[in-house]
């Protein structure tokens, strides 16, 4: 039995600010040139609410917010923009247990699972970062009360073991399942266009080839 956890409290940096106003600090325009690079556009970064910090403990970081159903913040990625930071992601002191992006997710359609938030902004439609290779529990209980009837799953090639066992797990559970096999690029590096011809392009998986695929990676 599934039940959810009590909600946790999150805040963003009290230095955070909203890339959809202009600034006048030098981090401004870095942090502008480092989204263009990632093909992250004006569009993506007024819906996701995108900012970032000059100053403080996330300085020099781009701050994308999650929020949930009730367009309550429940996460927020930061990532370096500078190229100088010793760990390019600093998450917040908070459990990663959530529903990634809920506010912008339609569970009566199906859904798409990829491990970042860059990889969720670049394929744009119902993706849900799971902020590694598991499923987060606050998940799994969204998909069993929504009835969601199909998944596709694009983790990267070095969790493609991960996304078998994904695979089989939501099959269990009598949900449909489109399995994404990734080159070297992940989401983000491939771009909207790409990532959304191989979704469309997916087979839906079956027991038979679940079994084939997981004897091939033993």
Do not use: W
Not at 81 to 91: E, Q, R, V
Request: hydrophobic share 40%.
């Amino acid at each position: 039995k599934l039940a959810d956890t009590e909600d946790q409290f999150v805040s963003l940096p009290y230095e955070f600010k909203r890339l959809t106003e202009t600034h006048t600090d030098f981090s401004y325009a870095k942090a502008m040139k480092y989204l263009k690079n990632r093909g992250i556009e004006s569009y993506d970064i007024e819906r996701y609410d995108i900012g970032y910090c000059d100053k403080g403990d996330y300085a020099g970081r781009i701050i994308v917010p999650s929020y949930d159903v009730d367009n309550k913040l429940n996460y927020f990625l930061a990532r370096d923009f500078t190229g100088t930071a010793y760990l390019k992601y600093k998450n917040p002191p908070v459990s990663k247990d959530v529903v990634v992006f809920e506010n912008q997710i339609d569970f009566s359609e199906p859904i798409v699972f990829c491990e970042g938030v860059f990889d969720a902004i670049a394929i744009r439609r119902n993706a849900i970062a799971l902020l590694g290779k598991n499923i987060p529990g606050k998940l799994k209980m969204r998909l069993i009360e929504h009835g969601v009837k199909e998944v596709c799953i694009v983790l990267d090639n070095d969790a493609y073991k991960n996304a078998l066992a994904m695979s089989e797990s939501l099959m269990n559970d009598n949900i449909r399942v489109r399995l994404i096999k990734m080159g070297n690029e992940d989401a983000a590096d491939l771009g909207f266009t790409q990532i959304i011809t191989k979704i469309r392009n997916a087979k839906l998986l079956d027991f038979s080839e679940l079994m084939k695929q997981k004897l091939c990676m033993s």
